[in-house]
């Protein structure tokens, strides 16, 4: 059974392109949370997704950043017109229900990088 | 929302000397406090977790015990190793409206051999 898997691990953008990041859950997993790491600070929430509904987005800004679990494919973090300050480490999580009824496992994250 | 805070921010021990880290919580309906250790360039990994029905859980080393009148949650490492150095995060499930962990901002911990 194969972990949280997120691609790319590595992805560089120059200032004003689009970054897409991808979050394949657990097998049976149909609940999934994206947080931003940045360097040598903790992991801040940002949207949390269930299958074609987004539950909490509260931690998203407003602008240039959305995301996605459609029924079919892994679960999308965008970010458009991308900044200096979008440079973070990105992850994501999943489980198989309600996180108080079960435990939620992380991918490795996707460093983004924006020159 | 939920406020989780974690303290300390650096931990330094000797190797096979004990090590805790404590977190406090604001919301009294959270009910599952996982820990995560995080390895360099890595992510967070599940060690060990406890729900509000249970004051304490052992898992070799690894100990958490949890105050629910106080909101406090304590993560309690035994005869540390070398390899337990890495950063170590509590979260809290807050209940509330929202349906997600909020984590303390994280515990650097050294072991030096």
């Known amino acids: 059974n194969a972990g949280v898997m997120q691609n790319p691990r590595h992805l560089v953008r120059r200032r004003g392109q689009e970054a897409r990041l991808r979050c394949s859950p657990m097998?049976?997993?149909?609940?999934v949370y994206w947080y931003r790491q940045l360097p040598e600070e903790g992991l801040k929430f940002m949207v949390y997704?269930?299958?074609?509904?987004?539950?909490?987005e509260s931690g998203m800004p407003k602008e240039r950043f959305s995301a996605e679990f459609p029924k079919e494919g892994p679960s999308i973090l965008r970010i458009q017109q991308v900044v200096r300050g979008d440079s973070a480490a990105y992850f994501c999580?999943?489980?198989?229900?309600?996180?108080?009824?079960?435990?939620?496992?992380f991918g490795q994250g996707t460093r983004l990088t924006v020159v | 929302g939920e406020n989780v805070e974690q303290h300390p921010s650096t931990l330094s021990v000797q190797e096979g000397d004990s090590a805790v880290i404590k977190c406090t919580y604001s919301?009294?309906?959270?009910?599952?406090f996982p820990w995560y250790k995080q390895e360099l360039g890595k992510g967070p990994q599940l060690i060990i977790d406890?729900?509000?029905?249970?004051g304490e859980k052992k898992d070799q080393r690894i100990a958490v015990t949890l105050n629910k009148t106080a909101k406090h949650f304590s993560l309690h490492i035994t005869e540390t190793q070398p390899e337990d150095s890495a950063v170590y995060f509590c979260?809290?499930?807050?209940?509330?409206?929202?349906?997600?962990?909020?984590f303390g901002a994280g515990t650097r911990l050294t072991v030096k051999p």
């Open positions: 999580a999943s489980s198989p229900s309600r996180v108080e009824n079960t435990e939620a496992f």
């Open positions: 097998k049976g997993h149909s609940h």
């Open positions: 997704l269930q299958k074609e509904n987004i539950i909490d």
């Open positions: 919301d009294s309906a959270s009910n599952y």
């Open positions: 406890i729900r509000s029905n249970v």
């Open positions: 979260a809290a499930y807050g209940k509330g409206d929202n349906n997600d962990m909020r």
